[in-house]
């Protein structure tokens, strides 16, 4: 069965990065993309952006290009996203999910989530 | 504020029907399938309707989606317990990117 498996909960110090990973099994990695969405305590859902995991192509949201990086590894079949000068608006669960390999389509497996807390 | 329009909340008894609607324009869903998800607390969102109106192996056909121009529904009938959650609708705009509504919190009183 399809599923994404996220890292576990970290807490940052403003300033400091966190890197994600989202391990993937149960289908063919190259055949898919993935996406990342996070949710802020109480707030709805905010889509990051994504890459394919077929050629490792990335399109991210505008609000995050030059501190976002997302990364994938076609051996393990997981994704990463990382994510640099965090701020204490950064906390949130993270979560990735399966989307389509050439472009954004729907979200149709979701990891658990990963917590990040940022504070000092 | 999100670009995509939902009520904050909807509310109805067991056994009843209810809509939440999702409006954009023409940049987004006017020219682009929609999805929605469910989202019980404490728990990853769980997509309920891909393409505006398919449903994924798993799903019961008590939801059911669409859309019209710049807008979209959801609706759920024979409403039970389990139901309640909060509800987001999704497209894509013109730069492939990925737009969320706001979410709608569904109470079964």
């Known amino acids: 069965q399809v599923q994404l498996v996220q890292s576990r909960a970290e807490v940052k110090k403003p300033g400091a990065s966190v890197k994600v990973s989202c391990k993937t099994s149960?289908?063919?990695?190259?055949?898919?993309?993935v996406s990342w969405v996070r949710q802020a305590p109480g707030q709805g859902l905010e889509w990051m952006g994504w890459?394919?995991?077929?050629?490792?192509?990335?399109n991210y949201a505008q609000k995050f290009k030059g501190s976002v990086t997302m990364t994938m590894d076609t051996t393990t079949s997981t994704a990463y996203m990382e994510v640099t000068s965090l701020r204490s608006d950064d906390t949130a669960v993270y979560y990735c999910?399966?989307?389509?390999?050439?472009?954004?389509?729907?979200?149709?497996?979701w990891g658990q989530g990963t917590l990040v807390t940022v504070s000092s | 504020q999100s670009v995509l329009a939902q009520p904050p909340s909807v509310s109805a008894a067991p056994g009843q029907n209810v809509t939440i609607s999702c409006s954009g324009d023409s940049s987004n869903i006017g020219n682009n399938y929609v999805s929605w998800y469910q989202q019980v607390p404490g728990a990853a969102p769980r997509l309920l309707i891909s393409d505006s109106n398919k449903r994924p192996s798993g799903i019961p056909d008590r939801f059911s989606g669409s859309k019209s121009g710049t807008s979209a529904t959801l609706a759920i009938t024979g409403l039970q317990t389990a139901d309640e959650a909060d509800y987001y609708c999704?497209?894509?705009?013109?730069?492939?990117?990925?737009?969320f509504g706001g979410g709608t919190k569904l109470t079964v009183l």
């Open positions: 999910a399966r989307d389509e390999v050439y472009s954004v389509g729907w979200l149709d497996f």
């Open positions: 890459i394919s995991g077929y050629d490792g192509k990335t």
């Open positions: 149960g289908y063919m990695f190259i055949s898919y993309g």
């Open positions: 999704a497209t894509s705009d013109n730069t492939l990117n990925v737009l």
